[in-house]
Antibody, heavy 121, light 107 residues
């Protein structure tokens, strides 16, 4: 079955960097774009970024543009989120999410369990 | 960017009640909207896509309607497992945007 497993979260000081990974299994990752969505403690959901199935296009939320980079390695079935210049307001659970349908981008039909990033000195 | 205004932010209801949640888009988004349920400590789950299509395995007491700028999620008869937080999400254009969420609590 489809499985998305995030990793790489942890506690990091403001201004430092962190890279999150999303390991995909149970489907052909190279048929799907992939997204990151985050949720600050006790708050709502915030869309973060998307990378198209072939990596040709990437889009970001204004709040992370210029600091975060989404990428993918289809040969490793993994999607990444490189987070630089981290701020306290980036503290959140980060989810990777798969949109449906293949090669499309209409709604999320599968989510990972999330990984917590805490930015604190 | 498209802003999604969701209301109410919270509601108290009893088992068997009819519950309605609304999302309003700051500009027309056709039917490019989904509804998601999130239980505490869990990832969200899609209930409705394309504004009114029921995701597979979702009970028929959930329904969605609307297009353009006004959208509604209805739970026809609230069940104990339905308590949680509900979000709308527009996918008409990047950046995708969520509504603020509606917390459904037991009265």
């Amino acid at each position: 079955q489809v499985q998305l497993v995030e990793s790489g979260g942890g506690v990091v000081q403001p201004g430092r960097s962190l890279r999150l990974s999303c390991a995909a299994s149970g489907f052909n990752l190279d048929h799907y774009g992939m997204h990151w969505v985050r949720q600050a403690p006790g708050k709502g959901l915030e869309w973060v970024a998307v990378v198209w199935y072939d990596g040709s296009k990437k889009y970001y939320a204004d709040s992370v543009k210029g600091r975060f980079t989404i990428s993918r390695d289809n040969s490793k079935n993994t999607v990444y989120l490189q987070m630089n210049s981290l701020r306290a307001e980036d503290t959140a659970v980060y989810y990777c999410a798969r949109p449906f349908p293949p090669y499309g981008d209409y709604y999320f039909d599968n989510w990972g369990q999330g990984t917590l990033v805490t930015v604190s000195s | 960017d498209i802003q999604m205004t969701q209301s109410p932010s919270s509601l108290s209801a009893s088992v068997g009640d009819r519950v309605t949640i609304t999302c309003r888009a700051s500009q027309g988004i056709r039917n490019d909207l989904g509804w998601y349920q999130q239980r505490p400590g869990k990832a969200p789950k899609c209930l409705i896509y394309a504004a009114s299509s029921l995701e597979g395995g979702v009970p028929s007491r959930f329904s969605g309607s609307g297009s353009g700028t006004e959208f509604t999620l209805t739970i026809s008869s609230l069940q104990p497992e339905d308590f949680g937080t509900y979000f709308c999400l527009q996918h008409n254009s990047y950046p995708w945007t969520f509504g603020q969420g509606t917390k459904v609590e037991m009265k």
